[in-house]
């Protein structure tokens, strides 16, 4: 009990060092977010194009993603150095997956007599990349979307390890001093953080799932 | 004036499996041609190379007078209404949006594009507030009417079905059919039908097309098909095994007997009468319901044009058996 | 659709605008500190930060806790990514240059200042006065008891007492079978502790004598005596501040701020700070703050 009261007090405390970190944290994993769903749609949707990359490059991402984090955070040290921009390579590298993944999947999922009615009607490719499959690839896209995003944030809170910002610094703080009351206080404002946009995230694919398939339920 | 050409086409899918193979046909400008034959036998993928989704391996194949690599496969499929049988509309646009899909990858705006489905919707059959449903919400026969709908919305010359009411009940099937007769006299088109129905391809088709592995046995006129079959493939096909076909199809007027002297004439007035237009069912119910060895047949003002019994129906069914092969 | 298409590029104006804005962080006049992930390093290049900020109008920007410690700042610093850093002249001379131990402190203090200069373009400023090295602790009532001051006493009385450290230290040839060597241990019992629960294991007598560091915060809690390495079997571990030259040539006036830590903490008084930061949880930086004030080396105004 006084432990959780420790933690409640430190953020009293420090509330200005902890609003520091969530901000941080926020910016960093929102820039890293940002790269992630640019370039992870990107090459979901080459891929759909072009298929006999398609395996390869799903099992080079999935491999990527069985290495342990801190692991690749320790490697990328000595490659890209210490800080912010290493820690969002890290984040970049590691969220790609479930991008890459959903967005491949999606598409490919699309109903191929769906696919074969717009091409039959004259839809250039792009036409058919737009109007129709990515729409209704959509919840599929978001679902992934979620999954990364909840990853990311997450895993930020590792980034400190190689000197970047963000609660994680409380949290290493404590583990490194130990001061496990201020560990606490990094770690469960990461799964606040987490949760409250898991949850946000969760209303807006119900939203576009509703749309498209006329359902809430996948 | 002919409107699409087949010559020579050829097509394989493993090196020495043809699918088509030596096909020479001619559509003309407004026929409905109904393509039917057993599975395998290569109809759907002809009606394929027809829009380029297929691409011919052999032969030359002509649409509107133009090589088909001489045309923009993308101007190509816009230019032809496309039905399938599972009718692939978009589960994420409405009913309105689908409708007007080849309008909108045309970059036509949402105001014109709203109006011409408006228009079409009503020709299908079906009230406007559907315009703003989605496919979800319709039943099977609904969705057909609006797939042909879709079909139609960029006005195109050539419209291709490939079994467009397989999936739909026996009861819709019929309704569907009798509006797409409708449709197809109201507007100038040349449609391509697939179907492995035989009541259909006969109750449709001003041309229909048999086909067997991968060539066309015999296109004709359903008459031709069933009372002048080329071969003992085509008249297995139509004959007696589709008695049913036959019987629901053929007018009546094809088997009924003449009648020429005035006191046939007065004998055969006295009879209940059928129009020459009613199938040959409709006769042989109609000899039931009367308890009578035969009726009259007339034409559309009134005229006895022959009489009909079972004799007749006897008489037309050995000349199917004893064909003079032409 | 088009919904998605603008977001997409709203998106993409955002990122080039966001990776604008990160790569213009760099002000004009900034250096960055740097520490290892320990208590004592955290305490220490707070007190680096806070002595430029107050002499000087440099921006100091902090990156405290660097995983991997020596070995992932090191090279940092070779980059040009870090600019300061508090190390220790063993670890700097063992472990970054691989050389031979030097045994005299102020030897190998010399002589690691020398080749850093030479090898890495990096200058060691004067030493602060404390050395955090090794140690072999015992409760304070224990040594009084058996009057232990040096190593040579307890392997003396070495074979009625237990003896507990964490697995590596049993493993390493300059950590148990050095000593042994050295000093002729021979404990009546050994044990293998978890390194966070070493003082709790001699705070109840599970076992007589640890191995700690020299100015562990936790010494003081317990009560324990840290005993004296007469042979200089553990290599000394002095600290002091490191500066690339670059950043030196940059601003000369860090010299003088920085080396007013000069001689100026001693071991107790490292240990009191330490113990505040992990016993009375305080934070760092105030730590920092009120050491250097009591000190008199943040003077507002004089530089």
Partial sequence: ?218 | MEIIRFEEVEKYYDTDKPVIRNLNLTIKQGEFVTLIGPSGCGKTTLLKLINGLIKADKGKIYVQNKEINQWDPIELRRNIGYVIQQIGLFPHLTVADNISYVLDIKNENKDSRLKKAEELISLVGLDESYLHRYPRELSGGQKQRIGVARALAADPEIILMDEPFGAVDEISRKTLQDELLRIFSELNKTIVFVTHDIEEAIKLGTKVILMNKGHIEQAGTKEEMIFEPRNSFVKDFFGTKNFMAYLNVVNIKKVCSMVYSKEEIEDVSKLPALNESAAIMEGIKCLFDYGLDSIAIKDDKNRIVGKFSLKNLKQGIETQRNPDFR | MRKMVKKFSVGLLLLVLIFSLVGCTQSDKQVVVASKPHTEQYILAEMISQLIEAHTDIKVVRNLGIGGGTSNIHPAMLKGEIDIYPEYTGTGWLFMLKRELINDPNELYKAVKEEYQKEYNITWLDLYGFNDTYALAVKKTLAEELNLETYSDLAGKSNQLTFGAEYDFYEREDGFPGLVNTYGFDFKDTKELDIGLKYQAIATDQVDVINAFSTDGLLQKHDLKVLVDEKNFFPAYHAATLVRNETLEKYPELKEVLNKLSGKISEEEMTQLNYYVENDKKDPKDVAKEFLEGKGLLGYGNN
């Avoid at chain 1, 609003?19 to 940002?34: T, V, Y």
């Avoid at chain 1, 479930?98 to 999606?106: A, E, F, L």
Wanted: one cysteine or more; aromatic letters at 8%.
């Fill in chain 1, 1 to 218: 009990m006084t432990f959780i009261k420790g933690v409640i007090n430190l953020y009293f405390d420090r509330y200005d060092f902890f609003l520091k970190l969530i901000l941080e944290h926020i910016l960093l994993s929102f820039i890293a977010i940002l790269f992630i769903t640019v370039i992870g749609i990107t090459i979901g949707i080459y891929i759909t194009r072009n298929r006999s990359i398609a395996n390869l490059v799903i099992s080079v991402v999935n491999f990527i993603y069985t290495i342990p984090s801190i692991a690749l955070f320790g490697v990328l040290i000595t490659i890209t150095g210490i800080g912010n921009k290493s820690a969002i390579v890290a984040l970049v590298i590691y969220g790609l997956l479930p991008i890459i993944r959903n967005t491949y999947v999606g598409i490919n999922e699309v109903d191929e007599l769906i696919v074969e009615s717009a091409i039959g009607m004259g839809s250039t490719d792009r036409q058919l990349l737009l109007k129709v499959q990515l729409p209704i690839a959509l919840p599929v896209i978001i679902a992934g979307f979620r999954t990364m995003v909840i990853m990311t944030i997450a895993l930020c809170g590792i980034a400190s390890f190689i000197g970047a910002g963000g609660l994680g610094v409380a949290i290493w703080r404590g583990i490194s001093t130990n001061f496990p009351e201020m560990t606490v206080a990094g770690s469960l404002l990461v799964a606040l953080l987490a949760i409250i946009t898991d949850l946000s995230l969760g209303v807006l694919e119900k939203k576009v799932r509703k749309k498209i398939l006329g359902s809430e339920v996948s």
